[in-house]
């Protein structure tokens, strides 16, 4: 039988992971058609929301499978602070 719960929290940091890198790629195929340094576009806002979103999106799924109480508290904490990122970089721009 599938355990759809687990197939609900894992898909978090998968589309994490999948949104972390389609945003990589993406910026990268960029720097180098506009001949910068692949630097330069990971200060760009398009980027960093989408990698604290990725981060954010990895960090429920990690919190929604782990087992213990102390894995559970440390990826939590990692989500908030990713959050915390985000709508402060959506509050700036």
């Keep these: 039988m599938i ?3 687990s197939v609900f929290i894992n898909s978090f940091w ?3 992971l999948a949104v972390l890198l389609a945003a990589f790629s993406y910026h990268y ?3 180098n058609d506009q001949k910068q340094p692949i630097r330069s576009q990971l200060d760009t806002p398009t980027f960093l929301k989408a990698f604290w979103l990725s981060f954010t999106l990895i960090g429920i799924g990690l919190a929604g499978t782990s087992q213990r109480i102390w894995e559970i508290a440390i990826w939590t904490f990692f989500t908030l602070l990713s959050l915390y990122n985000l709508f402060t970089l959506f509050k700036t721009n």
Excluded: E, M, Q
């Design 3 to 5: 355990n759809w719960f």
């Design 14 to 16: 998968i589309v994490g």
């Design 29 to 31: 195929w960029l720097a």
